[in-house]
């Protein structure tokens, strides 16, 4: 399709941009290893839905379009044609008010479906950024509509993920409005920990590809509310963190916290601990000769 073509065209010119030799030679190698096409079966798998009993032939084949870390895939006002799937890499969608300030929407990752919003006023209303370096595959609606016709079942697939993405909206919205700061913050990182397991990746130990002003702008936070409590989470054990590097260490604490204790008692409890586990660690004394 002509749209594929120049959108793939701006990215290559986009990514003439490099000016490290360095960055330019990991580019080259992640390019050549990228897929540039995909069957309506991987893309059914890739969305965790059942593929349609048809045969299948270059009709069904969906592009995929490589973007880096920085480039938009769509932006804000953009006409919509094309909804977009996660193959690899992580990314953000951003409303943009009138001052520049942006609102992080969903941090879309592997799997995930995105664009739908531009479905009803046939332009994109939010604006999509890749976190990472992005596979993306590109879904025509034109297509995917042709496809629907053809296998209702297939269609029931799409929907199901579609309602899919706005029930996490939605829950996300409730959360904003009946949770503490802390609680939001540890439900961000089950919702995490959910996602990454989901993939066939470790829940436990994983990299935040966002930013914390980037988890402040999706949790209704601000920077400095995530830092601290990161660091109190930190501090009782619940995780472990370095930089963006996080371990989470009592997945149950987090998925039922409601608030943190004062700081005073959370200094008390950290200061026990360590003294438990230092007394735990002390190897113990032989018995005197003669006993």
């Known amino acids: 399709m002509q749209i594929e073509y120049k959108q793939e065209n701006t990215v ?8 490290s030799q360095p960055a ?14 995909s069957n309506l079966t991987e893309v059914c798998e890739l969305l965790r839905i059942s593929c349609p009993g048809a045969t299948l032939d270059s ?7 490589q973007f880096k870390s920085g480039q938009r895939i769509h932006t804000i006002g953009q006409p919509f044609d094309m909804l977009y799937i996660v193959n690899s890499g992580f ?13 992080v929407l969903s941090f879309p990752m592997k799997g995930d479906l995105f664009g739908i919003d531009g479905i009803h006023s046939r332009t994109y209303t939010s604006e999509a950024v890749a976190l990472s370096s992005c596979d993306i595959i590109l879904v025509p609606f034109k297509k995917f509509t042709s496809l629907g016709r053809s296998h209702p079942e297939l269609e029931t ?28 913050v540890a439900r961000f990182l089950v919702s995490l920990s959910d996602r990454f397991g ?18 402040g702008s999706y949790l209704g936070l601000t920077l400095e509310t995530v830092s601290r409590t990161f660091s109190a989470f930190n501090e009782i054990g619940l995780i472990s963190v370095d930089q963006r590097a996080i371990c989470i260490n009592d997945i149950s604490a ?21 003294a438990n586990a230092a007394a735990a660690a002390a190897p113990v004394a032989a018995p005197a000769a003669g006993a």
Do not use: C
Request: aromatic share 6%.
């Open 59 to 65: 009709d069904f084949a969906f592009q995929h379009v």
């Open 157 to 184: 697939s799409i929907y199901s993920v579609m309602s899919r993405e706005l029930v996490r909206e939605q829950a996300m919205v409730s959360m904003l409005g009946s949770l503490s700061a802390e609680a939001r």
């Open 12 to 19: 290559l010119a986009t990514q003439q941009n490099i000016v």
């Open 254 to 274: 987090l998925r039922t916290l409601r608030r943190l204790p004062p700081s005073r008692s959370r200094t008390k409890a950290a200061a026990a601990a360590a």
């Open 91 to 103: 990314l953000k969608t951003v409303m943009i008010d009138e001052s520049g300030n942006e609102q």
């Open 198 to 215: 989901a993939m066939g990746y470790s829940n436990k130990e994983f990299n935040l590809r966002m930013t914390r002003h980037e988890i």
């Open 24 to 37: 330019r030679a990991a580019e080259a190698a992640w390019q050549r290893s990228a897929k540039l096409w």
